[in-house]
């Protein structure tokens, strides 16, 4: 292709053009440079006018960078599993729990494996209606799950992301190809829907999802959310592939973490071991720019409030019958996946501290739900837990046959779960590390607002960075004297200070719902093709998207400078963009 034939209008013309290579950065840095400091002496913003004006969706205010409303656009959502949306059954995992009411809500379509494998290539399911969303599945090659699913998702990934690189199992070529393999097969059912304006990826399942969607030339924009943390480059290190891994996130227009570390981590997990640089959040590489942002994940708080109270109604037997197993006036609650991230022994061990110097102190009410058992580092850890509880249990149990520790496996109705975290005086959340963890603010949510108690939380749950010290009491997950003197301060906290500590909780959880994450993120997701900030279209490549966007320069050999840069570009351009170019750049 003749490099020259590629005019502005052609550039315009796919979302994906959008997206820089490396050599024409360095052509568009001297326009940013320009625009920035023209930028900083308040002179109008041309590319946001602009961007006005092409804006796809209703009630964009022209250069406020706001938009007000949604647009009306078909959104798929993808992760590895879907939820079951039953009623009558638990959600039993953070996503699940997340992506169900977005999917209800929005209309959106959710893609994910359907637990049955196939022979041979991957089989779509008839699409199921579900609120006003629908559900389609996916059977998956059979020939690559367990090395995709149990091997380099759930024994590699899994613990890296968690910086438990101890957990990790040997490096498996074959389970990495098994991995892309799966991704691939994600990507060609994908391609078989029809219509789709935008995409959302969900998880460290399908890091390349999004790679192999472009490889299919669907340009729509594509955005990948991880509910898990990112570690730092040492740890990364450590994952087998972890550079095609990171290359591979960078198809993605928008790459969502739940916190600000994370974010930071994957951005200099991109300096040091790729070498490459980001402004603002954004990164650069050979296949265009990705915009990397921080989503907390919520909850509905307001829902569970009103499922407590109804509890203590509808479920008063269920919890008056742990309540008279329990050998003391004070109970704390645990609510985990048995997965040994949620760091459930340490607060076992915990409680044994304090029962040993304050016997009668406390009683626990463990829900445990089973997890990936066929795993042997989650059956091991399933089994270390049961013996735990049995050895608390034998120590501090009074001789009328109560015990400190009540031991459930999960597959509560929500509403009923929700009952119990009303009754618990304390919420413990120890885990050892955590992307945000809904049970802490799921806890929170389900006191009452006159006599609440209180939250212990692990220091490396996401929802720390949320849920601050003036708010929960903050632990040490490694250390049971820690955990336990917290558990201890908490039992003992006066109540105007629960109280205050409580208040603070919920609004912060108020001010950003799940509901609120959903729809930010769809919000943010849709610009991506041309509503950034108008400091970053100097990156895009092509200088600037039209003439009303061609930066103001200082002076007319600046101006012919970045001219000639341009010009002197070869561009590498899609087949799709190709085809539509027109004209030349003159
Ligand atoms: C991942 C990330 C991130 C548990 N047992 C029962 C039950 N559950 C529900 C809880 C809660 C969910 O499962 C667990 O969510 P978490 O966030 O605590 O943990 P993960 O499953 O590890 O979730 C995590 C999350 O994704 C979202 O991004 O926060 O960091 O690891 O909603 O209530 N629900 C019912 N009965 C049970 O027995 N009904």
Redesign the pocket.
């Known amino acids: 292709m003749d490099p020259s034939s590629v005019s502005f209008a052609a550039a315009t013309a796919s979302p994906r053009t959008s997206r820089a290579r490396p050599e024409q950065l360095k052509v568009n840095q001297a326009a940013f440079e320009a625009h920035l400091s023209e930028a900083a002496q308040g002179r109008p913003r041309q590319a946001d006018i602009e961007l006005s004006r092409h804006s796809v969706f209703a009630g964009h205010e022209a250069g406020s960078g706001m938009v007000a409303q949604q647009p009306d656009m078909q959104l798929i959502l993808v992760s590895n599993r879907v939820s079951s949306f039953d009623a009558g059954k638990?959600?039993?995992?953070?996503?699940a729990?997340?992506l169900e009411p977005a999917v209800e809500r929005s209309g959106a379509v959710w893609m994910g494996a359907s637990g049955t494998l196939s022979d041979g290539s991957e089989q779509l399911t008839p699409l199921e209606q579900h609120g006003k969303g629908q559900v389609v599945k996916v059977d998956l090659p059979a020939a690559h799950y367990a090395g995709f699913y149990h091997g380099y998702s759930n024994s590699t990934l899994w613990p890296a992301l968690h910086s438990l690189t101890e957990r990790m199992s040997p490096e498996s070529e074959e389970h990495y190809n098994s991995y892309c393999e799966i991704n691939r097969a994600m990507a060609r059912a994908l391609s078989r829907l029809r219509k789709r304006d935008a995409i959302w990826v969900h998880d460290y399942h399908l890091l390349s999802l999004g790679k192999e969607l472009r490889e299919l030339t669907i340009e729509q924009p594509i955005g990948f959310f991880l509910?898990?943390p990112w570690p730092n480059p040492d740890v990364i290190e450590r994952v087998p592939h972890h550079l095609n891994l990171m290359q591979s996130m960078l198809a993605y227009d928008l790459v969502g973490f739940q916190t600000r570390r994370d974010l930071n981590n994957f951005l200099r997990c991109l300096q040091v071991h790729l070498g490459m640089e980001s402004r603002s959040d954004v990164v650069i590489s050979e296949q265009g720019l990705t915009r990397c942002q921080v989503f907390p994940?919520g909850i509905d708080p307001q829902q569970f409030a009103e499922y407590a109270v109804e509890s203590l109604v509808e479920y008063r037997q269920e919890i008056s019958s742990i309540q008279d197993k329990l050998n003391c006036t004070k109970l704390a609650i645990g609510?985990d996946?048995l997965?040994y991230t949620k760091g459930i022994d340490n607060r076992i061990k915990a409680l044994d501290l304090l029962l040993t110097n304050k016997p009668h102190s406390i009683s626990l009410l463990q829900?445990g739900?089973s997890s990936r058992a066929d795993i042997p580092a989650y059956s091991e850890y399933q089994r270390d837990i049961a013996s735990l509880v049995e050895d608390v249990n034998r120590k501090h149990g009074s001789d009328d046959g109560c015990e400190p520790i009540t031991y459930r496996k999960?597959?509560?109705?929500?509403v009923e779960?929700a009952g119990h975290y009303r009754t618990a005086d304390v919420g413990v959340v120890t885990l050892l590390r955590?992307?945000?963890?809904?049970?802490a603010k799921?806890y929170v949510a389900a006191q009452d607002p006159n006599d609440p108690g209180v939250l212990v939380l692990s220091k490396f749950a996401?929802a720390a960075e949320e849920l601050n010290e003036n708010m929960a009491l903050h632990v040490d997950p490694t250390s049971p004297d820690d955990i336990a003197a917290a558990i201890s301060a908490a039992i003992e906290m006066p109540r105007e200070e629960r109280i205050e500590r409580y208040r603070a909780m919920i609004n912060t959880l108020e001010a950003y719902t799940i509901h609120d994450w959903s729809k930010e993120f769809v919000r943010e997701l849709y610009p991506s093709r041309g509503a950034l900030p108008a400091d970053h279209f100097r990156y895009l490549g092509f200088g600037w998207l039209n003439e009303a966007q061609v930066p103001m320069y200082a002076t007319v050999e600046e101006l012919n400078v970045a001219v000639k840069h341009v010009q002197d570009t070869r561009w590498i351009l899609p087949e799709s963009a190709a085809g539509r170019s027109r004209g030349g750049l003159d």
């Open positions: 638990p959600k039993t995992g953070g996503l729990a997340a509910h898990t994940i609510v996946r997965d829900i739900t999960g597959h509560f109705p929500q779960l955590d992307g945000m963890n809904l049970v799921e996401g």
